[in-house]
């Protein structure tokens, strides 16, 4: 393994392969210009491969960098497996319209139940399927521009802590501790979406990372 070799291994690690493949061009093309510039200066081949990699910085800083600027290999894989979600359900048309009856089925319950005299319970159900509705919504909304991104985002989050609070009422703060286990997955994933459209350009976002 030579010096660069050694280097790039370092500066690359947890990136995706495509980002790693930049980072390689990138720095190939750095590493080359300041080799020839130390051999212009007189130095021996081995020196100036010293010197060029030197120049380059450290290797740990420049990972923690890149890591800022381009995708992770968690971010990518996360973003593939969101690709893979969203074709199959965009391939099969009878499943975006049964996710999108599992809200207005949660309202048609609700009703009956309310009817039969079963209020509570009419009511969490209600109030359940509109918590819901926005994400069940979210595949067949025309939702494919950042503004529109950014509205959706707020409603949903609008909606389903709006529907947390109704749901436990005053005994919200007394069960704070159940709702921030159930939220944490969720505010974890909305915070690697957002990690990921800072590092796409706008033109390469797939559906579900406007969502």
């Avoid at 005299?117 to 939702?143: E, Q, T």
């Amino acid at each position: 393994m030579t010096i660069l070799e050694g280097w790039l291994r370092q500066a690359t690690r947890h990136l995706a392969n495509n980002s790693a493949a930049q980072v390689r061009t990138e720095i190939q093309e750095h590493y080359e210009l300041a080799r020839d510039a130390a051999i212009a200066d007189g130095a021996s081949s081995v020196e100036a491969d010293r010197l060029a990699v030197n120049a380059l910085g450290d290797a740990k800083e420049a990972n923690r960098q890149y890591r800022h600027v381009l995708l992770t290999a968690g971010e990518a894989r996360m973003l593939r497996e969101g690709n893979w979600e969203a074709t199959a359900l965009c391939s099969r048309r009878w499943l975006k319209w049964l996710i999108m009856g599992v809200p207005v089925a949660a309202g048609v319950a609700a009703i009956a139940l309310f009817l039969a005299g079963h209020v509570a319970i009419a009511r969490d159900l209600l109030i359940s399927g509109i918590g819901m509705s926005p994400l069940f919504a979210a595949p067949l909304l025309p939702i494919n521009t950042p503004l529109r991104g950014r509205l959706f985002r707020c409603v949903k989050c609008i909606a389903l802590i709006g529907a947390l609070l109704l749901l436990f009422g005053p005994e919200t703060f007394k069960w704070f501790w159940l709702l921030l286990s159930c939220l944490w997955p969720l505010a974890l994933t909305e915070w690697r979406r957002a990690s990921i459209r800072r590092r796409l350009p706008i033109t390469a976002w797939p559906h579900h990372l406007y969502l």
